[in-house]
């Protein structure tokens, strides 16, 4: 499995070069839903072919309640759906009544936009459907293996700096998530990485990352050896 080798690489390598902060995200919104509900801060499932490995790291019950809100802020909705239009690409009928984080793939194949707890729902429901045999969102084929990994921190700041000026007394969520599968002819790797910076009473004042989202192709070993890059949307 190269390409989990890669996914662990790509981590590494973003969770060292956070992208700086821009202005107050316009039109960004917080699903209060999502921002109450439950998320384990860890879960590892590493036997067999469909894996995942989830660490979400906060030191109290404070920073766990940031991090709920980080992963619950979305992008506007409006801004997804123009870019599926404009670049002819595929939503899916499940993207009529629900927060938005990605604009393009169905199943298996959604690519994220932005790394939410929506995001981490899907792919993680993928993984456990997968785990069941139940393959039906995955073009009624079976897949060889998939592989899910999701980290995320929070860090008080006393400054955060970023374009045009800088923040006092923040915390800083990085959110990093990778989702790789083998459908026998080729291993799409995807990789997401986010940063949204908080006041000490959860105000969501600046969001890095989305729409920043890498995609690499393999080839599946089943078939070859090679590789397409591509940088996304």
Known sequence: MNAVLAILAMLAVLATEAAPATAAPSGYFVDSTQAAAERPADRVV???????TIHRKYSNAFEEHLLDIAEATY???????????????????????????????????RVPYAVTA??????????ERFRAHNFWEAWAHNLFWT?????????????????????SNV????????????DGTFVPVAT???????????AVLAVAG?????????????RGIGRVETQMR
């Open 118 to 127: 929506g995001a981490l729902a899907h792919y993680t429901r993928m993984t």
């Open 75 to 109: 992008p506007p909705r409006d801004r997804l759906i123009a870019i599926s239009i404009e670049r002819g690409l595929e939503m899916g009928s499940d993207s009529a009544r629900t927060s938005l984080w990605w604009c393009d793939g169905l199943g298996a194949a």
């Open 210 to 222: 989305d729409g920043e989202t890498v995609e690499k192709v393999y080839f599946s070993s089943h």
């Open 147 to 167: 592989d899910l990994v999701y980290r995320a921190t929070v860090e008080r700041r006393d400054q955060y700096d970023f374009e045009g000026g800088s923040i």
């Open 192 to 202: 997401a990485h986010r940063v949204v910076v908080l006041s000490p009473d959860g």
């Open 171 to 182: 915390y800083v969520v990085e959110m990093n998530l990778a989702w790789a599968y083998d």
């Open 46 to 52: 590493d036997d067999g072919a469909f894996t995942l």
